[in-house]
């Protein structure tokens, strides 16, 4: 089991746990959401959890709680600029569809 992270996407979340001042690294996780059924969540870690799995990529450390692991597991993390907008990007090859609008998929 694996999560992979982009070069752009290691300097973002390293710039931003800079800026913050604090942080173990970066929490990746699913939850129920959306038209698709479940929607990605990004948060930092100041504390590990009792059920967090952890990786390192690139000199981050990336927690995943078990059950989003089963979710997320080969999903590569991006950093994009597409015209003027900016934001991560998952590439999960769990995914069989997503909504029109981007913000819900499903497995």
Known sequence: MSITMSDSAAQRVQAFIDKRGKGLGLRLAVRTSGCSG???????????????????????????????????????LDFVKEGLNEGFKFSNPNVSSECGCGESFNI
Not at 53 to 73: M, N, Q
């Open 38 to 76: 479940m929607a990605y969540v990004l948060e930092f870690v100041d504390e590990i959890n009792d059920d967090d799995i952890v990786f390192e990529e690139k000199g981050i450390k990336v927690f995943i709680d078990g059950k989003s692991l089963v979710y997320l597991d080969g999903t590569e």
